[in-house]
């Protein structure tokens, strides 16, 4: 993480040119989906239950739920925003985690007599074993895969992150545009005997728009800096900081006040002074106060490499937009 001043971008020498994808894609608000569709992909979840239409974005948020709301079986739910939001929960209600304790009574060493042996307790807690039959990495983007080819999706359409360990796999599977890794992608949890826990997607298809220009390099690396400015640092302000200065001030006298029943026009009274000068008149010296130079090393980064990419943009009217970068 770079500190937060005396720091600044530069072009590496090998730096690829900036991609010039200029696509950008909307979903559009207003996104719907029947309920016949809803309930095929409950049925391949394993979700009993029929489709219940939901109050929208006013009400509950959602366009269709399929299975209880309390976590006592498996449910499905369809969100009404654009991207038609999709969450599935596997049986949530009930235990979720085993412990041990050991009971202690606490008593004043007052009250204890000389003579008393406290007996010997055994406070060992059962080792937890891990479940069985988690999947491997493998293992688990291939069921995720397999998912994706139920609701219909091609997983050639997206790259895959993937981790898993004794306890737990998952899955996150980014969906790409023309090549171009987006943000918005399906996760996927699996616990034991390769169950599937917990599932996020979106169900919404957005439609390309554009062209939108990009900005060159010089641009880029100027913005940057500006973004290091704001935080502090950049050169504008290590320049500055750089710099000896001297603070010197000049406390103004009072000024007379006129006896009754003379009075003073306003426009007669001194007016302020402009910066660095006093008002007219004996002032009291102030002795002049030397603020210590700060040294500052800059320190650059240099870029080495750049991809191509999408960012989220929300829209007041509830359009969600993947634009170019």
């Known amino acids: 993480m770079p500190a937060f001043m ?52 006013d009400v ?32 949530w209600a009930g235990p979720t985690s085993v412990g041990c304790a050991v009971a202690v009574t606490q008593v004043p060493a007052s009250e204890v007599p000389a003579t008393t042996v406290a007996a010997p307790t055994d406070t060992t807690c059962p080792e937890v074993e891990a479940p069985v039959g988690v999947p491997t990495a493998d293992e688990a983007e291939a069921l995720a895969a397999d998912v994706l080819e139920e609701v219909g999706l091609d997983p050639a359409s997206f790259s895959f992150d993937t981790y898993a360990d004794d306890w737990a796999a998952s899955v996150t599977a980014y969906g790409q545009f023309d090549g171009v ?81 003379v009075s003073v026009p306003m426009e007669s009274l001194p007016a302020d002074p402009p910066p660095g000068e006093s008002i007219p008149g004996e002032s009291i010296p102030v002795d002049t106060v030397p603020v210590d130079t700060v040294p500052v090393e800059v320190t650059v980064s240099t870029l080495v490499d750049v991809r191509a990419d999408l960012w989220w943009a929300w829209d007041d009217d509830g359009s969600v937009w993947l634009l170019p970068a």
């Not at 200029?22 to 979700?47: E, F, I, K, M, N």
């Not at 269709?64 to 309390?70: A, C, E």
């Not at 949890?189 to 919404?204: D, P």
């Open 6 to 57: 005396g720091f600044t971008y530069a072009a590496g020498p090998d730096l690829p040119a900036l991609p010039t994808n200029s696509t950008g894609y909307q979903y559009p608000p207003g996104a719907t989906v029947d309920a016949a569709t809803v309930a095929d992909l409950a049925s391949a979840l394993g979700v009993e239950g029929e489709p219940v239409a939901g109050g929208g974005t």
């Open 60 to 91: 509950d948020g959602l366009s269709w739920r399929v299975g209880p709301d309390d976590g006592s079986a498996p449910s499905l739910t369809v969100g009404a925003d654009a991207q038609l939001s999709v969450n599935y929960s596997t049986t």
């Open 181 to 261: 890794r987006s943000p918005v992608a399906w996760g996927f949890g699996f616990g034991e005997n390769s169950e599937l826990q917990w599932m996020n997607g979106t169900l919404a298809t957005p439609i390309a728009t554009g062209p939108y220009p990009l900005i060159g390099l010089d641009e880029a690396l100027q913005r940057l800096d500006e973004q290091n400015m704001w935080f502090g640092g950049g050169p504008a302000v290590m320049n500055d900081m750089a710099a000896t200065s001297e603070a010197t001030t000049d406390v103004a006298p009072e000024l007379p006040v006129p006896e009754p029943p």
